[in-house]
């Protein structure tokens, strides 16, 4: 036997075990939750967020806050990529999402102090996340998709979504909005019960006017102007040409150097510029084309050619949209001049220039697939447009999941008070310290209907025990108005919610919380472990020695 030291990593491996892994992750974790609480339901507060540029954003929604906040441990890592899941299953309730598995995380905490070992802990979580689906299909409400009432019905919906986040006066205008252009992209009436693709709707941004003045427009609307002011304002009847290569004088892919040594060389090679450009043109004008959106750049000359054709064109447009334009009119994007032909060209009523206040847009209208559809949200400064943008994706997110699958619960707290209710009787019949977590689980989820009165300055375990009382006596669908701060039937106050929300909320909320309840260890090559919730911010402009 020696007395040598065995060496397993380097030496500036951090470690952290045990008891200690646990709390640290746990830590972390219920920091996240603690972050985005306050912005929870109607009466939530807003962050506001300043990047290392000082760009700065204001918003309510959770998976913005925790994407733009560049978090850094490890475990408040994954508390973001629920909110991020949530966001793309979803589209609404991310800060839910988030708070539940920071509260199943503390509560597993102080099951940690009882000496209840982690393992029982997560199964105890686990059979209580599959129960909780269980109980909350059963608790849904099936509403249909089709008639004029149902409209109404999906308007509430798309409202319930906004509450609270910057768009409140305009609340009505955006959900007519929502409900239409849902409606329109997935077959109009009847036709629900299948998948909804919501980036089929381009949401576009306009400053100038109110958020009032926020339009459904028919078509596509794109942040471009017409090139050069001498191309005509608006072509009838277009034929579009979808272009992703420059009209540009050639830029010779290898550094060339071309040593002229007269004038009328240096003309020549001009000139013979010139004509390739000209023979582009030409190509464009013969396959009938009268409006191009070009991927990349268009020249002076070139310019000036295509306006002398009373040519409309556009150059520098996103991938993005190029591929949105192409689904609307049915046009191919091409990559090479010699593909252009009358087959290949994208057809729509009109494409015309208009002017908001400062943006100047390129609106195409009555497009070959009727489909098509843009929100065109206005506003009066930057940051009220975006906020406006995320809340209109929460609505059209929450919709179409209603659309989809029918299935609603009512909000408010009141789904989360009956779940756990349901929760806490079923935990009756398990083992003692399965039954625990059980438990457990059933008050962090009671966490939604409290924050949602600590937010709003009420109190919160008046109002817990209230609501708990009034479902006790078998009033399910009571739960907390923010509007009139009554515990009320809040299906009859409209305040409703898609079924999906809660299910996806749930399940990645309990999935997180177990995988980190399951760490006893954390092996940390760049010393991370040991970091508390770290913000990128400050890190960047630092030179790293090691680099
Ligand atoms: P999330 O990011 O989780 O969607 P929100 O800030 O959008 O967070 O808040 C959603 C919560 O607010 C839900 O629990 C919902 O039931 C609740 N809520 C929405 N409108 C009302 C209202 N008028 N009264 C009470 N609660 C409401
Ligand atoms: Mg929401």
């Given at each position: 036997?020696?007395?040598?030291?065995?060496?397993l990593?380097?030496?500036?491996?951090?470690?952290?075990?045990?008891?200690?892994?646990?709390?640290?992750?746990i830590?972390?974790?219920?920091m996240?939750?603690?972050?985005?609480?306050?912005?929870?339901?109607?009466?939530?507060?807003?962050?506001m967020?300043?990047?290392?540029?000082?760009?700065?954003?204001?918003?309510?929604?959770?998976v913005?806050?925790?994407?733009?906040?560049?978090?850094?441990?490890?475990?408040?890592?994954?508390?973001?990529?629920i909110?991020?899941?949530?966001?793309?299953?979803?589209?609404?309730?991310?800060?839910?999402?988030?708070?539940?598995?920071?509260?199943?995380?503390e509560?597993?905490?102080?099951?940690?102090d009882?000496?209840?070992?982690?393992?029982v802990?997560t199964?105890?979580?686990?059979?209580?996340?599959d129960?909780a689906?269980?109980?909350?299909?059963?608790?849904?409400?099936?509403?249909?998709?089709?008639?004029k009432?149902?409209?109404?019905?999906?308007?509430?919906?798309?409202?319930?979504?906004?509450?609270?986040k910057?768009?409140?006066?305009a609340?009505?205008?955006?959900?007519?909005?929502?409900?239409q252009?849902?409606?329109?992209i997935s077959?109009?009436e009847n036709s629900?019960r299948?998948?909804?693709?919501?980036?089929?709707?381009?949401?576009?941004?306009?400053?100038?006017?109110?958020?009032?003045?926020t339009?459904?427009?028919?078509?596509?609307?794109?942040?471009?102007?017409?090139?050069?002011?001498?191309?005509?304002?608006?072509?009838?009847n277009?034929k579009?040409?979808l272009?992703?290569?420059?009209?540009?004088?050639?830029n010779?892919?290898i550094?060339t150097?071309?040593s002229?040594t007269?004038?009328?060389?240096?003309?020549?090679?001009?000139?013979?510029?010139e004509?390739?450009?000209?023979?582009?043109?030409?190509?464009?004008k013969?396959?009938?084309?009268?409006?191009i959106?070009?991927?990349?750049?268009?020249?002076?000359?070139?310019?000036?050619?295509?306006?002398?054709?009373?040519?409309?064109?556009?150059?520098?447009?996103?991938?993005s949209?190029?591929?949105?334009?192409?689904k609307a009119?049915?046009?191919?994007?091409?990559?090479n001049?010699?593909?252009?032909?009358?087959?290949?060209?994208?057809?729509a009523?009109?494409v015309?220039?208009v002017?908001?206040?400062?943006?100047?847009l390129?609106?195409?209208?009555?497009?070959?697939?009727?489909?098509?559809?843009?929100?065109?949200?206005?506003?009066?400064?930057?940051?009220?447009?975006?906020?406006?943008?995320?809340?209109?994706?929460?609505?059209?997110?929450?919709?179409?999941c209603?659309?989809?699958?029918?299935?609603?619960?009512?909000?408010?707290?009141?789904?989360?008070?009956?779940?756990?209710k349901?929760?806490?009787?079923?935990?009756?019949?398990?083992?003692?310290?399965?039954?625990?977590?059980?438990?457990?689980?059933?008050?962090?989820?009671?966490?939604?209907?409290?924050?949602?009165?600590?937010?709003?300055?009420?109190?919160?375990i008046?109002?817990?025990?209230?609501?708990?009382?009034?479902?006790?006596s078998g009033?399910r669908n009571?739960?907390?108005?923010?509007?009139t701060?009554?515990?009320?039937?809040?299906?009859?106050?409209?305040?409703?919610?898609?079924l999906?929300?809660?299910?996806?909320?749930?399940?990645?909320?309990s999935?997180?919380?177990?995988?980190?309840?399951?760490?006893?260890?954390i092996?940390?090559?760049?010393?991370?472990?040991?970091?508390?919730?770290?913000?990128?911010?400050?890190?960047?402009?630092?030179?790293?020695?090691?680099?």
């Open positions: 036997m020696t007395d040598k030291p065995i060496v990593m380097p030496e500036d491996v951090q470690r952290i075990l045990g008891k200690d892994a646990q709390r640290n992750n830590m972390a974790a219920r996240v939750s603690e972050i985005v609480k306050t912005t929870l339901g109607p009466k939530g507060m807003d962050k967020l300043v990047s290392p540029t000082n760009d700065i954003i204001i918003t309510n929604d959770g913005t806050i925790l994407e733009e906040m560049q978090i850094e441990h490890p475990a408040a890592k994954m508390m973001v990529e909110a991020k899941t949530q966001e793309t299953e979803v589209g609404d309730g991310t800060t839910t999402a988030v708070m539940i598995a920071g509260k199943l995380l509560n597993a905490e102080k099951l940690l009882k000496k209840i070992h982690p393992t802990i199964k105890g979580y686990r059979i209580a996340a129960k689906q269980e109980i909350l299909m059963d608790l849904a409400l099936k509403i249909t998709t089709g008639n009432e149902d409209e109404a019905l999906l308007k509430q919906i798309a409202m319930t979504a906004m509450t609270g910057g768009a409140e006066d609340k009505e205008r955006l959900s007519e909005i929502i409900v252009a849902l409606k329109q077959g109009g629900g299948k998948k909804i693709d919501i980036n089929d709707i381009k949401i576009e941004t306009s400053k100038g006017k109110g958020i009032k003045n339009e459904l427009v028919q078509g596509v609307v794109i942040d471009k102007e017409k090139v050069s002011y001498d191309m005509p304002c608006s072509v009838k277009s579009i040409a272009i992703d290569f420059p009209l540009e004088i050639k010779p892919e550094d150097k071309i002229v007269s004038p009328e060389q240096l003309h020549s090679f001009v000139t013979e510029e004509r390739s450009i000209k023979e582009m043109i030409e190509k464009v013969l396959s009938g084309a009268n409006v959106f070009c991927q990349k750049g268009i020249d002076d000359f070139a310019q000036y050619l295509l306006a002398k054709e009373r040519i409309y064109a556009c150059r520098r447009v996103a991938r949209d190029m591929e949105k334009i192409s009119t049915g046009g191919k994007i091409i990559s001049i010699d593909e252009l032909n009358p087959f290949e060209l994208g057809n009523d009109l015309e220039e002017r908001h206040g400062e943006d100047v390129t609106y195409i209208r009555g497009c070959e697939n009727p489909k098509a559809l843009t929100i065109l949200v206005h506003g009066g400064t930057d940051h009220v447009i975006e906020e406006v943008k995320r809340a209109v994706r929460d609505g059209l997110g929450d919709v179409a209603v659309i989809e699958s029918g299935l609603v619960v009512p909000g408010g707290g009141a789904i989360e008070i009956e779940l756990a349901k929760l806490r009787e079923f935990s009756q019949g398990l083992s003692g310290r399965e039954q625990l977590a059980v438990e457990e689980f059933a008050s962090a989820i009671e966490f939604v209907p409290t924050t949602l009165a600590e937010n709003a300055g009420l109190d919160p008046d109002t817990l025990t209230e609501l708990k009382s009034r479902h006790d009033e009571v739960g907390l108005n923010l509007f701060n009554k515990i009320e039937n809040v299906l009859e106050s409209k305040i409703i919610e898609p999906k929300i809660k299910t996806q909320a749930i399940n990645s909320a999935e997180v919380a177990i995988m980190i309840l399951r760490i006893d260890d092996i940390s090559a760049t010393g991370h472990g040991n970091k508390s919730l770290g913000m990128g911010n400050n890190q960047i402009g630092k030179i790293r020695p090691d680099y």
